[in-house]
């Protein structure tokens, strides 16, 4: 809990710092969790998203070719080197990423005039915020979750609920919804953290299942099935946002269609991944398991894309989001009842 504490803490505090060399008289001024606009101007801007699009690709990677992940397992070795090519990486995405929204800033009249180095400080700062929040996600967090990977992603999504929550407030103040669109999107929430904690005891009745195992099989389906299908995309009609109507919704569709499509096919990827070595040893998880926590995942991913659209509010969370925070919760409870170890064990 400590941990947790101070990874909340971390990303807090660098919300709050603006980037080197902005005119801070151009940027909204109130900084508050109420209001995300600051972050967008913090060192901690990028966020995850170097780390995690650089993971995602080695996840992949890792299932469409299982001598990879075997060479991974055979030794430390193996396992520290895939970790330095992901780092490395990492901040060649981070410099990439950054360099455009430090170009986008420049157009968009908020540096100062005075700030010449700019682009290079924040570029610097930037993958220095990247390399800080990869050594948090290895060395922090529960073991069960393999590091604090899995614990800042949730931090993220949760940091955003504020502000939703008075977006929703001011819809139902001015009478775009009522009180029963407020209560829906209640139980709502409620009924996807239960069925996440159903998933979660379903994959966790087996006591061979260890528990990286199990938090791969639950998290990473549904963010891979999104990688893929916004590959998938590129597919559909170059002229299709040109139809009148009937664009968005489509792409919308076809999104989530395809997402929905290739959960369980990750799901299952997963299951064989971590299947026992040797033909006496027993199963982890029976096909009726797979297929139940196979379902869980489409409902979330469509029940929280339709939700939005049916009642006219904005999302809350996607249903990747859900499963990260209702594991993450469950983790702390049980990481909570028990004697933590000196160190978290690195991540897998």
Known sequence: MVQMAALFAVLVVGWHIPLPGLDLDNIPKRYSLLDSAPILFSIFALGLLPFFTVLAYVEVAKLAIPPLAKWQGSSIRNARRLAVIVFVLSLAVAAWHGFGILLAMIAGGIVRPDAIAFVPVGLATFIGSTALLIWLADDFGPP??????????AMMAIAGFPEQFSVLANLFHVGQI??????????????GLALVAFANELLSRNVSAGGVAKTSILLWPSYLAGVVAGHAQVLLPSDLHDWPFVSVPFVE????????????????AYAGSFQPSKAKEPERWPLPVLLAVSAIQMALNVG??????????PPMASGGELLVIGTVMLALVAASAHTPPSRASRRR
């Open 144 to 153: 069960d979750l393999g590091g604090g990977f899995w614990p800042l992603m």
């Open 253 to 268: 569709m076809a999104y989530v269609a395809i997402v929905t499509v290739l959960i369980p096919v990750f799901v299952f």
């Open 178 to 191: 009522s009180e029963r669109h407020l209560l829906v999107v209640v139980l709502s929430l409620v009924a």
């Open 304 to 313: 929280t894309w339709l939700l939005p659209i049916s009642l006219g509010i």
